[in-house]
């Protein structure tokens, strides 16, 4: 048994320091980023920000603000892909999911024939598991790559940087996704013990990244716009989110009425409900690590995406940062013991 003493941080125990700033407004403030990718070559120019891939967000009205924002979405596992082939959605805006099974690669490479039928050649596959550390994981990633050399390859979760470097160097792999039980809907962390603190885990998941020319995802956390450009902050190349985008009208489900009040559903997708809906049950031998809620519907998500976008644009003048590529370095972070005054809950 081993024990590490140092303390890791969540968003919420720290805070980015002002300094003098030559930017008058957030208007001046460029949150479009072009990143080059390290073995598919392939330049991709947009906001670096993903919805996630949870089947309650990431539905096709939801793309199409995410397009026309110049953001990414990754769609969940069980997208139908006709759907993504009628509305003729824009290759360098979505990714596609998949498991590490058998049936789950099959099921990729039919979904890529059938894009390619349709003139659509995929740019982005997002290889996503829960645990990130199966080594099974790295011979999944460099069998995609062989498949696939000019596509960028994003896979995690891990929160540690022995495992970006494993997946970079041996699973060929451009992005590491990072994050484990940080999700609002996630109880990975009670259900097993495992995870580490988000703002930590990207800080160093960063930094071992970027020393082999490769890129990060920040993946969960996210509570507040503030949190987004803490993530940046942090070393992230992108964040994903997926409880920023729920409850909207884009949004998959019902609404259901309760006192007058109108809500949709929002879930993990390791929780009863995902399980139930796309395995027929939790299997006996696991056990759910999500959690099934009810977010007040928030309308349209365009105004939540002006929001999100115009704190990051805030922040950037805060610290001077006159590009979303500076932040990085133009943060300093504090340790603090309360972020936000709670006189008014």
């Not at 407004?25 to 947009?46: E, H, I, P």
């Not at 929160?159 to 494993?166: A, D, I, K, P, S």
Request: net charge positive; with cysteine.
């Amino acid at each position: 048994m081993k024990l590490d003493t140092e303390i890791k941080l969540d968003f919420n125990d720290v805070l980015i320091r002002p300094k003098r700033s030559e930017l008058s407004s957030r208007a001046d403030v460029d949150l479009v980023r072009t990143l080059t990718f390290k073995y598919s070559n392939y330049k991709w120019t947009g906001i670096p920000i993903i919805c996630s891939n949870m089947d309650t967000v990431s539905t096709i009205p939801m793309y199409k603000e995410i397009f026309s924002n110049k953001m990414l979405m990754c769609f969940h596992k069980s997208i139908n892909i006709d759907d993504i082939i009628t509305y003729k959605c824009d290759p360098n805006h979505f990714m596609l999911s998949t498991g590490i099974s058998i049936d789950d690669l099959s099921k990729l490479n039919e979904n890529i024939r059938k894009l390619r039928q349709s003139n659509i050649e995929l740019r982005f596959i997002c290889i996503d598991v829960a645990n990130g550390y199966m080594s099974k994981l790295i011979g999944f990633c460099r069998k995609v790559r062989e498949l696939y050399p000019n596509t960028v390859i994003i896979a995690g979760n891990v929160v540690t940087r022995e495992l970006v470097e494993e997946l970079i160097l041996n699973g060929l792999v451009d992005v590491v996704k990072v994050g484990i039980g940080s999700g609002a809907v996630c109880t990975t962390r009670l259900q097993t013990g495992v995870g580490m603190p988000q703002f930590s885990s990207v800080v160093e998941c960063a930094d071992a990244a970027h020393g082999l020319s490769g890129h990060i995802i920040s993946d969960g956390g996210i509570c507040v716009p503030g949190d987004i450009s803490k993530a940046f902050g942090a070393g992230g190349d992108f964040v994903m989110m997926g409880s920023m985008f729920a409850g909207h009208n884009e949004c998959l489900g019902d609404l259901i009425e309760e006192d007058g009040k109108e809500y949709k559903l929002f879930y993990g997708m390791s929780s009863d409900t995902a399980m139930n809906k796309y395995k027929g049950g939790v299997a006996k031998y696991r056990s759910s690590e999500g959690k099934t809620v009810k977010i007040p519907c928030k309308g349209n998500v365009c105004n939540t995406i002006n929001d999100f976008l115009g704190g990051v644009r805030s922040t950037c003048t805060y610290v001077g940062a006159r590009r979303l590529k500076d932040l990085t370095k133009c943060c300093t972070f504090m340790r603090v013991n309360r972020q936000v005054n709670n006189f008014y809950t």
